[in-house]
């Protein structure tokens, strides 16, 4: 691809906003905040310039409507050089991130240097134009929005010279372009350790405190991100494929669950109650859709949502996890005779959960306020916006579909055969190996019953009943699954108690009726399977 380059990268390093993260810890503050003082400090030996004044400078590329962030593409081009009013840039390269590409994986093509005969440097390459040419259609791109930021770094030493820690300090400017201008500023500072223990990391956090500064993560691409939102309009039109196809019974079902979450998405800034779970819920019913049907979508884009899908699931799950356990643990105490409750029992248990849970609604909040969910939802946009349909997506969808589950209902059954014969192996109950089987044939009866959803407006009644009937299985696998969830949470509770010389007497008994509880669910499940699994039941896989 002549001097194109695919830059996959970890730290962002060669971009020109800085994005300081991993082990460095970050602030924000007001625009200009002053410089903290730092060469008297306790531990400090010196500060050195380690640069003078840098600017790093992004500009980002679209249609005079957004089509290119509405479809969660991101084209920038992107200037790193010394503040010296107008001198040449040291380096500068066009940048194209598309939604589905993966996080660390960007096209990136060198800056025409400027004068060249016959090149001009502020049109856009024509490898990346022929990527973007059909989300832009006829709209010219041109610069939609610009991020400066001057960087000033220096070197914190001790008495011996020796390298305590960096200190990068930015005055970032944010607006957007064109006919209506949107502008914003503030100060951002980050601290790369090298040899300074806690007390001096201590001192310097104190020393940023005294200038305005707090903890916080770099906002600059969000802010700009955020003023594109308010200046788009609606997004563009979805494809619907050919009525009564498969690929137009896909997209109707994605669609309408990428909206389910956006709403949800909407709920949890609101923090209304549940949100988190339904988000979860509606990207698991969008990724089971694609590993079940991937076939009629080509190339990469589904395998890649599917991964991201997952990211977010995993994400969002240790708030919903902390609060589910926290009101059964409740409940169940509260069902216990009084003689079994020995101290304040129910006061560890609520100290535990709320910081768990004050833990998690922090980390879910960085997830949807991040570049990564942005560019999922952005992926998704661009999915129903121009999906990549095969041949087998405009054939009738009663006639494909139900194949497609039936592979997914294959694999179901496989996981369970496998976990039901680990049960019944006889001698003493094999649990490692059966709850994670188990845990297995769990996920993926999930993504059966949410593949049927798809399905059901082709087939009828028949689909419905059998995801009636799933749900029995899946009842038996979840009450399984939070009981060993549930035993492991009761472990620690017991150990803390232990460990501040409390009694944990009553977090035994409860992790003893979590074990039976698994043991009688454990001899329950092959005859809800007998049950559940008939050929009759399945008929309508066999079109």
């Given at each position: 691809m002549s001097d194109a380059e695919l830059v996959r990268t970890t730290d962002h390093a060669d971009v020109a906003v800085p994005e300081v993260t991993g082990s460095a810890l970050t602030y924000r503050g007001p625009a200009h905040t002053g410089a903290p003082r730092l060469r008297d400090l306790p531990g400090v030996g010196g500060v050195q310039p380690v640069t003078d004044a840098e600017v790093r400078e992004l500009e980002r590329f679209d249609t005079a409507d957004l089509r290119l962030f509405a479809a969660g593409i991101e084209l920038t081009v992107e200037r790193i050089g010394p503040d010296r009013g107008g001198a040449t840039p040291e380096t500068a390269a066009w940048v194209l991130t598309l939604p589905d590409g993966g996080p660390d994986e960007r096209l990136r093509i060198p800056?025409?240097?400027?004068?060249?005969?016959?090149?001009?440097?502020?049109?856009?390459?024509?490898?990346?134009?022929?990527?973007?040419?059909?989300?832009?259609?006829?709209?010219?791109?041109?610069?939609?929005?610009?991020?400066?930021?001057?960087?000033?770094?220096?070197?914190?030493?001790?008495?011996?010279?020796?390298?305590?820690?960096?200190?990068?300090?930015?005055?970032?400017?944010?607006?957007?372009?064109?006919?209506?201008?949107?502008?914003?500023?503030?100060?951002?500072?980050?601290?790369?350790?090298?040899?300074?223990?806690?007390?001096?990391?201590?001192?310097?956090?104190?020393?940023?405190?005294?200038?305005?500064?707090?903890?916080?993560?770099?906002?600059?691409?969000?802010?700009?991100?955020?003023?594109?939102?308010?200046?788009?309009?609606?997004?563009?039109?979805?494809?619907?494929?050919?009525?009564?196809?498969?690929?137009?019974?896909?997209?109707?079902?994605?669609?309408?669950?990428?909206?389910?979450?956006?709403e949800r998405e909407r709920d949890l800034r609101a923090d209304r109650p549940d949100a988190v779970h339904q988000m979860r819920v509606a990207s698991r019913r969008i990724r089971s859709a694609l590993r079940t049907y991937g076939g009629l979508l080509e190339g990469p884009r589904a395998p890649h949502l599917v991964a991201e899908l997952r990211w977010l699931g995993r994400a969002l799950a240790g708030e919903r996890d902390a609060e589910v356990q926290e009101e059964r643990l409740t409940g169940r105490l509260a069902d216990l005779e009084p003689e079994l409750l020995f101290g304040p029992v129910q006061a560890q248990v609520t100290r535990h959960f709320a910081r768990t849970r004050a833990e998690a609604r922090a980390a879910v909040m960085d997830v949807v306020d991040g570049e990564r969910y942005a560019a999922l939802q952005g992926a998704l946009r661009r999915l129903l916006a121009d999906p990549p349909l095969s041949s087998?997506?405009?054939?009738?969808?009663?006639?494909?579909?139900?194949?497609?589950?039936?592979?997914?209902?294959?694999?179901?059954?496989?996981?369970?055969?496998?976990?039901?014969?680990?049960?019944?192996?006889?001698?003493e109950r094999p649990a490692g190996d059966a709850t994670e089987l188990l845990h297995r044939a769990r996920k993926t009866g999930k993504q059966l019953r949410y593949a049927t959803e798809v399905v059901r407006p082709a087939v009828g009644k028949d689909a419905r009943a059998f995801a009636k009937r799933l749900k029995a299985v899946q009842q038996v696998l979840g009450d399984h699954q939070d009981a060993v969830v549930s035993r492991e949470t009761l472990r620690l509770l017991g150990g803390q108690a232990g460990a501040e010389h409390g009694n944990g007497f009553a977090f035994g008994v409860l992790h003893g009726q979590d074990t039976a509880r698994m043991r009688e669910l454990e001899e329950r499940l092959p005859g809800v399977w007998e049950d559940v699994w008939t050929s009759g039941a399945r008929r309508w896989m066999r079109r």
């Open positions: 800056l025409a240097a400027a004068g060249v005969e016959g090149v001009d440097p502020a049109e856009v390459p024509g490898e990346i134009d022929e990527l973007v040419r059909r989300i832009r259609g006829d709209g010219e791109l041109h610069p939609a929005g610009r991020i400066r930021v001057i960087r000033t770094t220096v070197r914190l030493q001790d008495e011996h010279g020796r390298e305590l820690a960096l200190l990068h300090r930015d005055q970032v400017h944010v607006a957007t372009l064109g006919g209506a201008t949107a502008v914003d500023s503030w100060s951002e500072a980050a601290v790369r350790p090298g040899t300074a223990g806690t007390a001096v990391l201590q001192r310097v956090d104190e020393a940023l405190r005294a200038t305005g500064m707090l903890r916080g993560a770099p906002a600059a691409r969000t802010r700009l991100a955020e003023l594109f939102a308010e200046a788009a309009p609606a997004e563009p039109p979805r494809r619907t494929g050919r009525k009564g196809s498969a690929g137009a019974l896909l997209l109707a079902y994605l669609g309408d669950k990428v909206d389910t979450l956006a087998r997506a405009a054939e009738p969808a009663r006639k494909v579909l139900p194949t497609m589950a039936g592979r997914t209902a294959k694999k179901l059954n496989r996981r369970m055969e496998a976990a039901l014969a680990e049960l019944s192996d006889g001698g």
